[in-house]
């Protein structure tokens, strides 16, 4: 059974930095990333990660601010810096196994930047 276990979110002021994690198990995993959902808006993707850890992708709105990284094949990390209020949203972890191609999302974590 696959599992993603996101950690990492809270509160923060305009500027500051988070870091999110996600623990996955239950198969085999090729690229894992992030996706997020502000109230009223779709969910949308913030980073991708392949399975090396060498390819990355971001969306447009964080380039330059947000990290993703991998250090191992069931662990994915976004760090979060210079943080701003349209950033608030529940974040995703997601992850693409390796064999079936099934996708899969965590439950989610609050991310709120506000002053």
């Known amino acids: 059974q696959v599992q993603l276990v996101e950690s990492g979110g809270g509160l923060v002021q305009p500027g500051g930095s988070l870091r999110l994690s996600c623990a996955a198990s239950?198969?085999?995993?090729?690229?894992m990333g992030w996706y997020r959902q502000a109230p009223g808006k779709q969910r949308e993707l913030v980073a991708i990660?392949?399975?090396?850890?060498?390819?990355t992708s971001y969306a447009d709105s964080v380039k330059g601010r947000f990290t993703i990284s991998r250090d191992n094949a069931k662990m994915v990390f976004l760090q979060m810096n210079s943080l701003k209020p349209e950033d608030t949203a529940v974040y995703y972890c997601?992850?693409?196994?390796?064999?079936?191609?099934?996708?899969?999302w965590g439950q989610g974590t609050q991310v709120t930047v506000s002053s």
């Open positions: 997601y992850a693409q196994t390796a064999w079936r191609k099934n996708d899969y």
């Open positions: 239950g198969s085999i995993f090729s690229i």
């Open positions: 990660i392949g399975s090396s850890g060498g390819s």
